[in-house]
């Protein structure tokens, strides 16, 4: 029997709807999605806020740094293509799939320079203990020192990796890279055109069913990754995604 690829609704599903939105979220919980992702940053103030970017200007009408916010100020920051809507918190994005039957893949970002935001995994694991997700949340990271906290903090939890050019880079390649990774997660996720570049060298290291593909957003690429034999693909476009795994798999 063939692998059917699970899809991951991107920020939500970027594309479609505002990233990393309540609106993007309930949005994507009504499509034959496989599971949802999104980011997390602390701010200094002790929230976690769901947001890609270090800072506010891309996605927000704020400006600074998302780490800089004061205590309940991202309840002004609107995000840019919603009616009004603001930053939500971490604890309110759970909510939204509190009762769903899709897994969370919790992405824990770092600050603009690279740098790990002290008790941020502390502060992820002690929200995620409100919530009976067991095992549909997967906390992920561009980062092994992350990681390990993850496994330190939460060690029966399921975890996943992300890996693109830069990351790769500063960790001496894709396969050190790899190599690095694997032993921490159950996940390995790889940027796909890099995934493309190193396929025999990463399966050599990774079986392929552990392996996921990111950002799949065109037809073509869409369709081309939901025929190889792994995991997942991430996308910012999950009705893309649906419709093309329905006409694959009927």
């Given at each position: 029997m063939?692998?059917?690829?699970?899809?991951?609704g991107?920020?939500?599903?970027?594309?479609?709807?505002?990233e990393?939105?309540?609106?993007g979220?309930?949005?994507?919980?009504?499509?034959?999605?496989?599971?949802?992702?999104?980011?997390?940053?602390?701010?200094k103030?002790?929230?976690?806020?769901?947001?890609?970017?270090?800072?506010?200007?891309?996605?927000?009408?704020?400006?600074?740094?998302?780490?800089?916010?004061?205590?309940?100020?991202?309840?002004e920051?609107?995000?840019?293509?919603?009616?009004?809507?603001?930053?939500?918190?971490?604890?309110?994005?759970?909510?939204?799939?509190?009762?769903?039957?899709?897994?969370?893949?919790?992405e824990?970002?770092?600050?603009?320079?690279?740098?790990?935001?002290?008790?941020?995994v502390?502060?992820?694991?002690?929200?995620?203990?409100?919530?009976?997700?067991?095992e549909r949340?997967?906390?992920?990271?561009?980062?092994?020192?992350?990681?390990?906290?993850?496994?330190?903090?939460?060690?029966?939890?399921?975890?996943?990796?992300?890996?693109?050019r830069?990351?790769?880079?500063?960790?001496?390649?894709?396969?050190?890279?790899?190599?690095?990774?694997?032993?921490?997660?159950e996940?390995?996720a790889?940027?796909?055109?890099?995934?493309?570049?190193?396929?025999?060298?990463?399966?050599?290291?990774?079986?392929?069913?552990?392996?996921?593909?990111?950002?799949?957003?065109?037809?073509?690429?869409?369709?081309?990754?939901?025929?190889?034999?792994?995991?997942?693909?991430t996308?910012?476009?999950?009705?893309?995604?649906?419709?093309?795994?329905?006409?694959?798999?009927?």
């Amino acid at each position: 029997m063939s692998i059917v690829v699970q899809i991951v609704g991107h920020r939500g599903g970027r594309n479609v709807w505002p990233e990393n939105s309540l609106l993007g979220f309930r949005k994507v919980l009504e499509m034959a999605v496989d599971a949802v992702e999104f980011d997390v940053h602390l701010t200094k103030a002790g929230e976690l806020l769901v947001i890609h970017d270090p800072t506010l200007e891309r996605t927000t009408t704020g400006t600074g740094k998302v780490a800089e916010l004061a205590p309940c100020a991202h309840r002004e920051v609107v995000l840019r293509g919603s009616e009004g809507e603001t930053i939500p918190t971490l604890a309110e994005v759970l909510e939204v799939f509190r009762d769903a039957r899709i897994d969370l893949h919790v992405e824990l970002k770092s600050d603009g320079d690279h740098v790990p935001y002290p008790g941020i995994v502390e502060a992820v694991v002690a929200v995620l203990a409100g919530f009976d997700f067991g095992e549909r949340a997967m906390l992920t990271s561009f980062d092994p020192d992350v990681l390990g906290l993850i496994r330190d903090a939460l060690p029966e939890g399921r975890r996943l990796c992300s890996i693109d050019r830069e990351s790769a880079a500063r960790l001496g390649g894709v396969e050190t890279a790899v190599r690095h990774f694997e032993p921490l997660v159950e996940v390995v996720a790889i940027q796909k055109d890099l995934m493309r570049e190193h396929w025999d060298a990463i399966t050599a290291l990774v079986e392929p069913g552990r392996l996921a593909a990111w950002t799949v957003n065109d037809e073509a690429e869409i369709d081309h990754w939901l025929r190889q034999p792994i995991r997942s693909i991430t996308t910012d476009r999950p009705d893309l995604a649906v419709a093309a795994k329905e006409r694959l798999h009927g």
